[in-house]
């Protein structure tokens, strides 16, 4: 499908002017042709195995092989581990293993993605990349600020008092007394003032849970064992109406506009006079706890995956067994099609550009059967590439990637000014590309969980992607005809075959499977993955499970702060994040994007032959060649455009035309026709 998705149009030149040029526009990646060439004097079995057929077998391969991938994960995962609301999960377990696993797992879905786009479109882009995701554990966790006899056989002092900074307390003191008897045992883990810091300063707690900040003397030298205060701390953060969220606020000292992590540096740099709960702490127990990260995998949406996959195969197929005609794909499948049969419509027009024939195309005063021809005065002129294209076609370019880039400005600068705390550049920077951080989570009113809120922060996340799909086929698109047009005017230059999408013959040449040299068709294809990558780090999908201080997932009957119902403890919370770098990055490769489109635009051509800029008009009157001098076989063999020998007596008038001799170029201020 690549081939045909990135075909030059070409239509079928008869008698009528209107039908040859109204069709013919400059837009290189038409999908539709109404003209065929000559059937390949080949055997049956050799039409599936060269030519544009092979490439597109080779395509709808490709996808079928997606297709089997696809389908056998399905299964494997719904036999392994089964589906629960659509979702199944192919790991639990620590964190940083599920972060590698994610990796490693979307870097098999881009490679997929890669495979696709090289025999089609981006149509599953949005589905396709959000099929396997990782969702983050967070722990709740009881913070309680005892004396050293606390950690110490003897009598304890477990009355109850209000939270520090918040009004929640306890069903009943039994987590206060599961903790004393953990410290008792030996079993939770000692830490520094230091350690204690760096261990709980995180947005979401994974690894830890409930926490002894031990008192030193000075704060309380009771021989009793004695709990001073206590603080539980959500995982779901919430946000205080006016203030930043702040995700541990205990640590620093709540302050409205300035959350705690902007603090930290300053309190680690005066840890010896850390007074969390307005108390001096001497160190620290630590409750350790088993990470619940997962990698999921969604059947609702790999379901759709599968069935785009399967009309694209259907399709690809069609396309190489259905279709009998070789279509003309390449110019060199329209000069080696004209070369067997001349249009004699465009006879006499060998010096005409595109420009002359829609000139003549929109004279009301010009016949409507064939085209005005006559001889022109040859004139050099190097053409940029930008000649190549319209002016619609690339004024459609820049806006769009104008509009783009604007659309990324102004979205990174909403988000910044309604971030909370510093907003200098190498904060910014420092958030990374694709982290989860409290800050820049999106706040909205769509369902935060269950199949709903996934497919809708599935589609925020990759809103964007089918858009940057248009801009590469629009990149590409102009790429292409600047390089169509560069190879046709080197037939001035230098003799060679021409390249056709059909089954090769003598000194022909097979077109390029991607429709550009592969120094320019490959680093574009790199390009467009990179921006793809950074755009799914730009807004991406945060799915977070949050589990109570007694270890178990929170809204569940295992719940410890559920009573007789889990009403309003949803542990699931689905949103989407935005990463300030990414989109920055997102910004700089676009615009570098649109200088290098500007700066190929400014090239020129090699003056010598007139400006086709892939039109079928252009090229069919530069193939009205000589009978007599040229051989049977010149379709295929190695030809070159310039003066030819004429007929005219006088001399005073030339003509330019393929041929399979040494030819030379026009001359300056001549006559040819």
């Given at each position: 499908?690549?081939?045909?998705?990135?075909?030059?149009?070409?239509?079928?030149?008869?008698?009528?002017?209107?039908?040859?040029?109204?069709?013919?526009?400059?837009?290189?990646?038409a999908?539709e042709?109404?003209?065929s060439?000559?059937?390949?004097?080949?055997?049956?079995s050799?039409r599936?195995?060269?030519?544009?057929?092979?490439?597109?077998?080779?395509?709808?391969?490709?996808?079928?092989?997606?297709?089997?991938?696809?389908?056998?994960?399905?299964?494997?995962?719904?036999?392994?581990?089964?589906?629960?609301?659509?979702?199944?999960?192919?790991?639990?377990?620590?964190?940083?293993?599920?972060?590698?696993?994610n990796?490693?797992?979307?870097?098999?879905?881009?490679?997929?993605?890669?495979?696709?786009?090289?025999?089609?479109?981006?149509?599953?882009?949005?589905?396709?990349?959000?099929?396997?995701?990782?969702?983050?554990?967070?722990?709740?966790?009881l913070?309680?600020a005892?004396?050293?006899?606390?950690?110490?056989?003897?009598?304890?002092?477990?009355?109850t008092?209000?939270?520090?900074?918040?009004?929640?307390?306890?069903?009943?003191?039994?987590?206060?007394?599961?903790?004393?008897?953990a410290?008792?045992?030996?079993?939770?883990q000692?830490?520094?003032?230091?350690?204690?810091?760096?261990?709980?300063?995180?947005?979401?707690?994974s690894?830890?849970?409930?926490?002894?900040?031990?008192?030193?003397?000075?704060?309380?030298?009771?021989?009793?064992?004695v709990?001073?205060?206590?603080?539980i701390?959500?995982?779901?953060?919430?946000?205080?109406?006016?203030?930043?969220?702040?995700?541990?606020?205990?640590?620093c000292g709540?302050?409205?506009?300035?959350?705690?992590?902007y603090?930290?540096?300053?309190?680690l740099?005066?840890?010896?006079?850390?007074?969390?709960?307005?108390?001096?702490?001497?160190h620290?127990?630590?409750?350790?706890?088993e990470?619940?990260?997962?990698?999921?995998?969604?059947?609702?949406?790999?379901?759709?995956?599968?069935?785009?996959?399967?009309?694209?195969?259907?399709?690809?197929?069609?396309?190489?067994?259905?279709?009998?005609?070789?279509?003309?794909?390449?110019?060199?499948?329209?000069?080696?099609?004209?070369?067997?049969?001349?249009?004699?419509?465009?006879?006499?027009?060998?010096?005409?550009?595109?420009?002359?024939?829609?000139?003549l195309?929109?004279d009301?005063?010009?016949?409507?059967?064939?085209w005005?021809?006559?001889?022109?005065?040859?004139?050099?002129?190097?053409?940029?590439?930008?000649?190549?294209?319209?002016?619609?076609?690339?004024?459609?370019f820049f806006?769009?990637?104008?509009?783009?880039?604007?659309?990324?400005?102004t979205?990174?600068e909403?988000?910044?000014?309604?971030m909370?705390?510093?907003?200098?550049?190498?904060?910014?920077?420092?958030?990374?590309?694709?982290?989860?951080?409290?800050?820049?989570?999106?706040?909205?009113?769509?369902?935060?969980?269950?199949?709903?809120g996934?497919?809708?922060?599935?589609?925020?996340?990759?809103?964007?992607q089918?858009?940057?799909?248009?801009?590469?086929?629009?990149?590409?698109?102009?790429?292409?005809?600047?390089?169509?047009?560069?190879?046709?005017?080197?037939?001035?230059?230098?003799?060679?075959?021409?390249?056709?999408?059909h089954?090769?013959?003598?000194?022909?040449?097979?077109?390029?499977?991607?429709?550009?040299?592969?120094?320019?068709?490959?680093?574009?294809?790199?390009l467009?993955?990179?921006?793809?990558?950074?755009?799914?780090?730009?807004?991406?999908?945060?799915?977070?499970?949050?589990?109570?201080?007694?270890?178990?997932?929170?809204?569940?009957?295992?719940?410890?702060?559920?009573?007789?119902?889990?009403e309003?403890?949803?542990?699931?919370?689905?949103?989407?994040?935005?990463?300030?770098?990414?989109?920055?990055?997102?910004?700089?490769?676009?615009?570098?994007?649109?200088a290098?489109?500007?700066?190929?635009?400014?090239?020129r051509?090699?003056?010598?032959?007139?400006?086709?800029?892939?039109?079928s008009?252009?090229?069919?009157?530069?193939?009205?060649?000589?009978g007599?001098?040229?051989?049977?076989?010149?379709?295929?063999?190695?030809?070159?455009?310039?003066?030819?020998?004429?007929?005219?007596?006088?001399?005073?008038?030339?003509?330019?035309?393929?041929?399979?001799k040494e030819t030379?170029?026009?001359?300056q201020?001549y006559?040819?026709?």
């Amino acid at each position: 499908m690549v081939v045909l998705d990135r075909a030059i149009e070409m239509t079928d030149l008869g008698s009528e002017k209107e039908n040859l040029i109204a069709t013919h526009s400059d837009q290189c990646d038409a999908s539709e042709t109404n003209k065929s060439a000559a059937k390949v004097p080949n055997e049956q079995s050799k039409r599936f195995r060269s030519g544009w057929r092979f490439g597109v077998i080779t395509c709808a391969t490709s996808v079928l092989l997606v297709l089997l991938v696809n389908v056998t994960v399905t299964i494997a995962v719904g036999a392994h581990y089964g589906y629960t609301d659509g979702l199944g999960v192919l790991f639990d377990g620590p964190c940083d293993a599920v972060r590698n696993y994610n990796v490693v797992g979307h870097l098999v879905i881009n490679i997929l993605s890669t495979i696709l786009l090289s025999g089609s479109s981006y149509c599953m882009q949005c589905f396709f990349n959000s099929v396997m995701y990782a969702s983050i554990s967070a722990n709740d966790y009881l913070i309680v600020a005892v004396n050293n006899a606390f950690v110490q056989p003897g009598p304890a002092n477990l009355t109850t008092l209000e939270g520090y900074w918040n009004t929640s307390s306890l069903i009943d003191p039994m987590p206060i007394t599961s903790l004393r008897t953990a410290a008792l045992s030996g079993s939770l883990q000692y830490l520094d003032k230091t350690d204690c810091i760096n261990n709980y300063a995180q947005d979401y707690l994974s690894t830890r849970s409930s926490l002894l900040l031990v008192l030193s003397t000075s704060s309380n030298n009771a021989s009793a064992a004695v709990a001073l205060a206590w603080e539980i701390y959500n995982s779901n953060i919430n946000v205080e109406d006016g203030c930043a969220p702040d995700a541990y606020p205990w640590i620093c000292g709540a302050e409205c506009n300035v959350p705690c992590q902007y603090r930290l540096h300053n309190v680690l740099d005066d840890v010896a006079d850390w007074q969390p709960f307005g108390m001096n702490v001497d160190h620290c127990l630590s409750q350790t706890t088993e990470e619940h990260c997962k990698l999921q995998f969604s059947l609702y949406l790999v379901i759709v995956v599968i069935i785009f996959n399967f009309i694209k195969a259907i399709l690809m197929g069609y396309l190489a067994f259905g279709l009998t005609d070789s279509p003309i794909m390449t110019i060199g499948d329209a000069i080696s099609s004209f070369l067997k049969e001349a249009d004699k419509t465009t006879k006499g027009c060998c010096l005409y550009s595109k420009r002359d024939f829609e000139v003549l195309r929109d004279d009301p005063d010009a016949s409507s059967m064939v085209w005005v021809s006559g001889a022109r005065k040859w004139t050099k002129n190097r053409k940029t590439w930008f000649s190549a294209s319209s002016k619609t076609r690339w004024g459609f370019f820049f806006l769009l990637y104008l509009c783009a880039i604007i659309g990324c400005v102004t979205l990174l600068e909403y988000g910044i000014v309604h971030m909370s705390g510093p907003k200098d550049i190498p904060t910014l920077w420092s958030l990374g590309l694709g982290a989860v951080h409290t800050e820049t989570l999106i706040n909205w009113s769509i369902p935060s969980s269950g199949s709903s809120g996934l497919i809708g922060c599935v589609l925020l996340a990759n809103l964007a992607q089918p858009i940057l799909s248009i801009l590469y086929f629009v990149y590409n698109g102009l790429f292409t005809c600047m390089h169509a047009e560069l190879e046709w005017s080197n037939f001035a230059w230098a003799k060679k075959g021409v390249r056709v999408s059909h089954n090769r013959q003598g000194e022909q040449r097979s077109s390029y499977f991607l429709q550009l040299p592969y120094r320019y068709a490959i680093p574009i294809m790199v390009l467009s993955g990179v921006l793809h990558w950074l755009v799914s780090q730009s807004i991406f999908l945060v799915d977070v499970q949050s589990y109570d201080f007694a270890g178990q997932p929170v809204g569940t009957d295992e719940d410890y702060r559920c009573d007789d119902n889990c009403e309003g403890r949803d542990g699931l919370h689905l949103t989407c994040g935005w990463s300030p770098a990414a989109i920055t990055s997102v910004i700089i490769v676009g615009v570098l994007m649109v200088a290098f489109g500007y700066m190929t635009e400014r090239r020129r051509y090699k003056e010598g032959m007139p400006l086709a800029a892939s039109s079928s008009a252009v090229i069919s009157a530069a193939c009205h060649v000589n009978g007599e001098q040229e051989p049977e076989d010149l379709p295929y063999s190695r030809i070159k455009w310039g003066v030819v020998p004429t007929e005219d007596s006088d001399g005073q008038i030339g003509h330019c035309a393929f041929s399979t001799k040494e030819t030379k170029v026009p001359e300056q201020d001549y006559w040819y026709s």
